[in-house]
């Protein structure tokens, strides 16, 4: 059996600079890990297939769901029976702009290379991921990143200090696509790079950087705004929607400057709050992604 850990992440910022031809559009994002996982297990099955079992979401357990599909294309490159049970276990909300989704199909490819013993060239690996979906490159070496294209061009961030995280978690969904399409309506496209990364400062990218897909979000949920300034009322140095949201998030310097945040902030009704730290660039103690077996 192997075991991964699949982390969620923060989009710090996001510009939509293009539409393009396939339906996508051309970002310019900053990609932070977090520690907050979803777990898989995989175990070679006797029958032929991939059995997938979820816990704590309903979500769909066929070709629908980015593991399942993850799972059929390593097992093709690796040459692996196509045999196996997936026990999905989720604890990064689904829809809500945390990219739990994408990691959970790199989590899947990792974990098949664990399982096989080898990993694929570099080069097929990637286009695996891609093929899958724009952020899932990200998750097979999750760093904080500024990205570009459609999210798939990697550009690693150095010098980026261990962050605490207060992320408020609504109750509702936000679907990516309608946030882009209705978003990139209202646009002036395209717009020129701005270097996303040099807006944030050097001072740990604690601040509050534009998020395009934000305004959209918040015409239909007006809780967005209100739990953005709750959480600069009790004092975070920076905060923001992640990617199409629903969830916000507060930055905080230190665990118990966020752990107080986490306990004052007033939620709306259904709302939770998980306090959760970011690695350093140079990071070696954390467990992102890594399979065990």
Known sequence: MVQVLAPAKLNLGLRILARREDGYHEIETLFVPLAFYDRL?????????????ISGAELPRGRDNLVVRAAEATCQALALP???????EKRIPVAAGLGGGSSDAAATMLGLEALAGQRLPAAERRA??????????????????????????????????????????????VSTAWAY????????????PSSIAALLGPLGLISSPLNDLEATATACHEEIAAVRGALESAGARG???????????????????AEEAARSV??????RTVTVSSPSSDSTDFEWGVAKW
């Open 239 to 257: 905060t923001g929607m992640s990617g199409s949201g629903p969830t916000v998030y507060g930055g905080f310097r230190g665990r118990a400057e």
């Open 128 to 173: 695996i991921a891609v093929a899958l979906g724009a952020d899932v490159p990200f998750f097979l070496e999750p760093r904080p990143a500024l990205a570009r294209g459609v999210g798939e061009r990697l550009d690693p961030l150095a010098g980026v200090p261990e962050l605490w995280w207060v992320l408020v978690l609504l109750p509702f969904q």
């Open 41 to 53: 297990e995989i175990t070679p099955a006797a029958g032929p297939g991939i059995e997938l079992e």
């Open 82 to 88: 196509a045999k196996l049970r997936v026990l999905l």
């Open 181 to 192: 399409r209705t978003t990139s309506a209202r646009l002036t496209l395209p717009k020129e």
């Open 266 to 271: 007033h939620l709306p009704r259904g709302a």
